[in-house]
């Protein structure tokens, strides 16, 4: 929990400010996740702080969302195009991905249990950038990422599988 929380701090994710009265709160949870190495030995116990965004309401906390698919079919068009080229292919995963994505709405999370503001218990945390579970959040993430690789001059390709048939 605690390394999660310093990453959000960090990342400089939200600030903590008197509860609005005129805009919703989100409640907010932690997650836990034990992984395992193969012999079933415990290798890792995680924890990710997510905002409940089942709780969000369209056209009232959010306006749009957006979800983006990898379909099999075009993951080994890919890989057959790199292997027939003889280009190299690299892979990455970035742990805090979503803690780097600016959010454009005025969104209010509760604040992390065992982490409160002492002196600020009644107060909220209103995002600058996007949390795990929040409805808008894949959005502003594509948003930043297509624009830092439409700066670089990448353009986005759109395959399409050919059907042998």
Request: hydrophobic letters at 40%.
């Given at each position: 929990?605690?390394?999660?929380?310093?990453?959000?701090?960090?990342?400089?994710?939200?600030?903590?400010?008197?509860?609005?009265?005129?805009?919703?709160?989100?409640?907010?949870?932690?997650?836990?996740?034990?992984?395992?190495?193969?012999?079933?030995?415990?290798?890792?116990?995680?924890?990710?702080?997510?905002?409940?965004?089942?709780?969000q309401k369209e056209?009232?906390?959010?306006?749009?969302?957006?979800?983006?698919?990898?379909?099999?079919?075009?993951?080994?068009?890919?890989?057959?195009?790199?292997?027939?080229?003889?280009?190299?292919?690299?892979?990455?995963?970035?742990?805090?991905?979503?803690?780097?994505?600016?959010?454009?709405?005025?969104?209010?999370?509760?604040?992390?249990?065992?982490?409160?503001?002492?002196?600020?218990?009644?107060?909220?945390?209103?995002?600058?950038?996007?949390?795990?579970?929040?409805?808008?959040?894949?959005?502003?993430?594509?948003?930043?990422?297509?624009?830092?690789?439409?700066?670089?001059?990448?353009?986005?390709?759109?395959?399409?599988?050919?059907?042998?048939?």
């Open positions: 929990m605690v390394e999660e929380y310093n990453s959000i701090m960090t990342n400089d994710v939200w600030e903590v400010v008197p509860r609005p009265k005129d805009r919703s709160v989100v409640g907010s949870r932690w997650i836990y996740k034990i992984n395992y190495v193969a012999d079933d030995n415990i290798e890792k116990y995680k924890a990710r702080f997510m905002e409940k965004g089942y709780t056209e009232i906390d959010y306006e749009e969302t957006f979800t983006l698919i990898a379909h099999y079919n075009s993951i080994r068009s890919i890989i057959s195009l790199v292997a027939q080229m003889g280009w190299e292919i690299h892979q990455m995963d970035v742990k805090t991905t979503l803690l780097n994505a600016v959010i454009q709405e005025e969104v209010y999370i509760e604040q992390p249990e065992c982490f409160k503001t002492h002196e600020k218990r009644t107060h909220v945390c209103r995002l600058k950038k996007a949390l795990y579970g929040l409805k808008q959040a894949l959005k502003a993430w594509y948003g930043q990422i297509d624009s830092y690789f439409s700066n670089w001059d990448f353009s986005r390709v759109m395959l399409i599988p050919i059907s042998t048939t």
